[in-house]
């Protein structure tokens, strides 16, 4: 399922609030649904979908931290970014340490929630993006035969062809043979490249993906 | 007469026998009588000390038979200190005719009788002393009860003057008869001084014409038989005034009537200090909840407000952008938002500052730059100062040096002796307000921080008790705030004081000790 790349959810207690920044957030067009409530929220979070998760820190009744920890339960991975109307550092440590996007004290300009919106979604790209790759070379790395598999280690850390066969106790020409099919099955186009998708899929030296 | 009774008239001195019989034998009836029933020992003894009569009673009490007395020197039944006494004293006898002295005798069975012995001649026609007549008295218990009674008095003089407590001794008169020496060196005056006066004019109550009074009122009570007990202060050298707690306890015969009275005095000052500074510290205590639970209010009111002032900077900023977006901007309703929204944030500020002000803080101490701890707070006063139009100056030339310090405590101090400053200034009307903090380095060791103003200075009656709680000459407020602040220097290692010498207004003095080079952190 597709992700809509506009909505946010916006949750606070406070009436006027809400509306403001409804109506600042969908002239910038964003797609805005708001709730007065976490429980609200989580009554419909598994139905709805959203992008991003704009969210008061203390509302009565359930607190804007116990619904980050309650959504990471439910494996909803959303960015959260916190709005608070009483800046205290404990709370908006807590809130960093447990993955938050970002912490914005009450009150702002319009603007800078803009600026967080936009950069949260950018780095959600980012993110959506690397996990791709990193799916992608996943599955190719699956193709190497665990044999295959031990070379490509010992390649991308500057092991020379003589050695892997004196440590593998085979021929030169079977060591080039692997490393043929290595480069063929990644999809690497220069040993460099090769390294690179071998940091992303963090393989150590003795060929374990982590 | 009858026989074996030793008389004179059986003796071989016999002068008066060619006088009247008749007379005589009355005389000697009479002497007879006096001699046999006496409770005393009576000798007769020769010039030379010899014995030539005894009566009954040296016998039955000395255990000596009359024949192995009669014959003897009387000094043999003396022990050796009192043979040397008669010895000394026989001349002096033989010529005045009387004499009188203490000696021991010595009984049969050794036991060692203390008398009283008076001699006198016997005169004899020639006038001259041809015997002498020994009539003594035991005084052995009187000397035992005596040197009972004076071991005794010893022993209460040992206690009466070596205990720490003041102790007297009075009579139902109010006269004072003793004062044990703790009490007098108490005062540093001496026994004479005092003893014979009236207990409430002695210099121990001429501090205090109140304490004089309950004093002799007390007495009253007590001499009536009832004890008193009461907390009064007593004066001591160089001024100084000791709380004591003090009683008057009357002391009765076997009639219940009321002979004595004791008046004690136990030194409480200590305690009464340990007391006060208790009390002090709950006075202190309490408002620190207050201010605690006012620092919960205001984190509770500053999310409430911060709601508002949310959403309004919010619908601000949005009005703005639809107008820059029309065709022809309003220029003026656009300026009035954007100042709409900056008195907005301004709101915002002060709210941040207050809660900052009354937070709970924790009381850990970290390293402060006391230049810049002011420099930062004199930006929170601005606003202060530009209503009251005061001239605030600074003159910080602490160089940096830095102190171990509750940053938001020593704001607290600096805060409430500003507010003071400012307020006092505000009640005399002066119109040229000036306030000047001023840091610099006092010794290697520490800093001073100067709070100066110059409005109408402090009342002279208020300066001695500056520092107590709830000394306050305004309205509103509870009068905390020097006591605290005091408190949180003192906690600080340092000294707060008002300048005495300020003309022109009031000035405070804070001493900080810095930090050392060697010094851990």
Not at chain 1, 56 to 62: N, T, V
Not at chain 2, 455 to 458: E, K, M, Q, R, S
Not at chain 2, 467 to 479: A, D, I, L, R, V
């Given at each position: 399922m597709t992700q809509p790349d506009n909505r946010i959810f916006l949750v606070d207690d406070d009436d006027a609030v809400r509306h403001a920044l409804k109506l600042y957030l969908e002239r910038e067009n964003f797609e805005v649904h708001e709730y007065p409530s976490a429980e609200d929220l989580l009554d419909v979070i598994d139905d709805q979908v959203a992008s991003l998760l704009v969210l008061?820190?203390?509302?009565?009744?359930?607190s804007g931290l116990e619904l980050q920890s309650k959504l990471k339960s439910r494996n909803i991975d959303l960015p959260i970014i916190f709005i608070t109307g009483h800046g205290n550092v404990q709370s908006s440590v807590l809130a960093m340490k447990e993955g938050a996007a970002d912490f914005i004290e009450k009150?702002?300009?319009?603007e800078k929630l803009l600026e967080s919106i936009r950069h949260t979604f950018k780095e959600e790209e980012k993110r959506k993006q690397l996990n791709a790759i990193k799916s992608a070379l996943t599955d190719r790395y699956k193709t190497l035969t665990p044999r295959e598999q031990e070379v490509m280690g010992y390649v991308v850390n500057g092991i020379s062809n003589k050695q892997m066969a004196t440590l593998l106790n085979v021929s030169d020409r079977t060591i080039e043979v692997h490393r043929s099919r290595v480069m063929t099955k990644m999809a690497a186009a220069s040993l460099p490249e090769l390294v690179r998708m071998s940091v992303t899929l963090e393989i150590n030296g003795a060929g374990r993906v982590f | 007469m009858s026989k074996g009774k030793t008389t004179l008239a059986n003796t071989?001195?016999?002068?008066?026998?060619?006088?009247?019989d008749f007379a005589l034998r009355e005389s000697e009836i009479r002497f007879q009588t006096l001699f046999d029933s006496a409770a005393e020992f009576i000798f007769v003894i020769d010039p030379?000390?010899?014995?030539l009569l005894t009566n009954p009673y040296v016998s039955s009490q000395s255990g000596y038979e009359p024949d192995e007395i009669?014959?003897?020197?009387?000094?043999?039944?003396?022990t050796d200190e009192s043979k040397q006494i008669c010895d000394c004293n026989f001349p002096g006898l033989r010529e005045r005719g009387h004499n009188r002295a203490e000696i021991e005798f010595v009984t049969k069975d050794g036991r060692v009788l203390q008398m009283e012995c008076s001699a006198t001649g016997i005169p004899d026609k020639n006038n001259e002393f041809t015997s002498f007549l020994i009539i003594q008295r035991d005084i052995t218990e009187r000397k035992h009860s005596a040197e009972a009674l004076a071991d005794s008095e010893r022993r209460f003089r040992a206690i009466f003057n070596s205990t720490f407590q003041f102790i007297g001794l009075l009579n139902p008169d109010g006269i004072l008869l003793e004062s044990n020496q703790t009490a007098l060196d108490f005062t540093g005056i001496a026994n004479k001084d005092v003893v014979g006066e009236l207990f409430w004019e002695t210099?121990?109550?001429?501090?205090s014409e109140r304490e004089q009074k309950r004093l002799k009122e007390a007495f009253k009570r007590a001499a009536e038989g009832h004890l008193v007990r009461y907390e009064t202060t007593v004066a001591g050298t160089g001024g100084r005034v000791a709380a004591i707690d003090f009683s008057l306890n009357p002391v009765k015969n076997d009639q219940g009537e009321t002979v004595l009275i004791i008046p004690e005095g136990r030194d409480i000052t200590e305690r009464k200090q340990a007391q006060e500074d208790a009390q002090r510290h709950q006075l202190e205590s309490a408002h620190y909840m207050r201010l605690s639970l006012m620092g919960e209010m205001a984190a509770g009111m500053a999310h409430e407000l911060n709601q508002p002032l949310a959403a309004l900077i919010s619908y601000c900023g949005t009005a703005h952008s639809i107008l820059s977006e029309l065709?022809?901007?309003p220029r003026e309703i656009v300026d009035m938002l954007d100042r709409a929204t900056e008195q907005a944030h301004r709101a915002s500020e002060i709210i941040s500052h207050i809660r900052h002000f009354v937070s709970?803080?924790?009381t850990s101490k970290g390293t402060v730059d006391i230049d810049r701890l002011i420099n930062e707070m004199s930006d929170f006063l601005e606003w202060e100062l530009r209503n009251s139009k005061v001239n605030i100056a600074l003159n910080l030339k602490a160089k940096g040096r830095e102190i171990t310090a509750n940053s938001v405590q020593i704001e607290q101090v600096l805060l409430n002796l500003i507010r003071n400053s400012l307020e006092a200034i505000r009640n005399a009307r002066i119109s040229n307000g000036q306030l000047t903090l001023e840091t610099e380095l006092?010794?290697?060791?520490s800093i001073l921080i100067t709070v100066s103003d110059n409005?109408?200075?402090?009342a002279p009656d208020m300066r001695d008790r500056l520092?107590?709680?709830?000394?306050?000459?305004?309205?509103?407020?509870?009068?905390m705030g020097l006591s605290i602040g005091r408190s949180i220097i003192q906690a600080h290692k340092g000294k707060i004081w008002l300048n005495?010498?300020?003309?022109n207004g009031t000035s405070f003095c804070i001493e900080l000790p810095v930090i050392e080079a060697n010094d851990p952190t």
């Open positions: 008061d820190i203390r509302m009565k009744g359930m009150p702002f300009e319009n | 071989s001195y016999n002068p008066c026998r060619r006088k009247v030379e000390g010899k014995i009669i014959g003897q020197s009387i000094k043999n039944f003396f210099p121990w109550w001429s501090h065709p022809s901007i709970k803080g924790d006092n010794t290697e060791h409005g109408p200075g402090i520092f107590e709680p709830f000394q306050t000459n305004k309205e509103s407020g509870m009068g005495e010498f300020k003309k």
